[in-house]
T-cell receptor
Framework: KAGVTQTPRYLIKTRGQQVTLSCSPISGHRSVSWYQQTPGQGLQFLFEYFSETQRNKGNFPGRFSGRQFSNSRSEMNVSTLELGDSALYLC??????????????FGSGTRLTVV | AQSVTQPDIHITVSEGASLELRCNYSYGATPYLFWYVQSPGQGLQLLLKYFSGDTLVQGIKGFEAEFKRSQSSFNLRKPSVHWSDAAEYFCAVGARGGSYIPTFGRGTSLIVHP
């Protein structure tokens, strides 16, 4: 079966701009989680969507937002980009079953560089 | 809230040697435990997971991990390392109640010498 697809793979943006990243989960997976990965902070949880509803949220400013569509595809948006937003953004899909016990399938990520 | 520590930032082994990557967690009850591997420029791949039952868990690519409640540990092992195992390894712990979003360790970078 197809894996988790993230687009685009690479992105270069200027400070102050906004960006939208896309994630298509594995067919049948209803939960999509987003993580930010940086060398300094490691993997940090952004938010999780399940059946089009935000179910969990990490400690990121309101500039970071997301949504999920009825086909489980998800987008995340970052507005007013800052240099510190440069990171690998990872999408992870799961069945969304009992308390996240099924583990994640990750996409290859979107490498965002803010200049 | 749960937390996880991977004490080793880098581990260097020779090809064919055995491997053990350490993971210690903090959680008030038995957590869900995971090991993931990340190759350069890629996302993370699930190697194995522990929920309950047998404390020795077999995963993909010849890896195994043992849950030791008394030591709050979930160490990853492989009897013979291949050059293709060079990657970043992440341990993650998930709570069984409340927000079950897993917490990831900072990772251990595995370097394999020929």
């Amino acid at each position: 079966k197809a894996g988790v697809t993230q687009t685009p793979r690479y992105l270069i943006k200027t400070r102050g701009q906004q960006v939208t990243l896309s994630c298509s989960p594995i067919s049948g997976h209803r939960s999509v989680s987003w993580y930010q990965q940086t060398p300094g902070q490691g993997l940090q949880f952004l938010f999780e969507y399940f059946s089009e509803t935000q179910r969990n949220k990490g400690n990121f400013p309101g500039r970071f937002s997301g949504r999920q569509f009825s086909n489980s595809r998800s987008e995340m948006n970052v507005s007013t980009l800052e240099l510190g937003d440069s990171a690998l953004y990872l999408c992870a899909s799961s069945l969304g079953g009992f308390q996240g016990s099924d583990g994640y399938t990750f996409g290859s990520g979107t490498r965002l560089t803010v200049v | 809230a749960q937390s996880v520590t991977q004490p080793d930032i880098h581990i260097t082994v020779s090809e064919g040697a055995s491997l053990e990557l350490r993971c210690n967690y903090s959680y008030g009850a038995t957590p869900y435990l995971f090991w993931y591997v990340q190759s350069p420029g890629q996302g993370l791949q699930l190697l194995l997971k522990y929920f309950s039952g047998d404390t020795l868990v077999q995963g993909i690519k010849g890896f195994e991990a043992e849950f030791k409640r008394s030591q709050s540990s979930f160490n990853l092992r492989k009897p013979s390392v291949h050059w293709s195992d060079a990657a970043e390894y992440f341990c993650a712990v998930g709570a069984r109640g409340g927000s079950y979003i897993p917490t990831f360790g900072r990772g251990t970078s595995l370097i394999v010498h020929p």
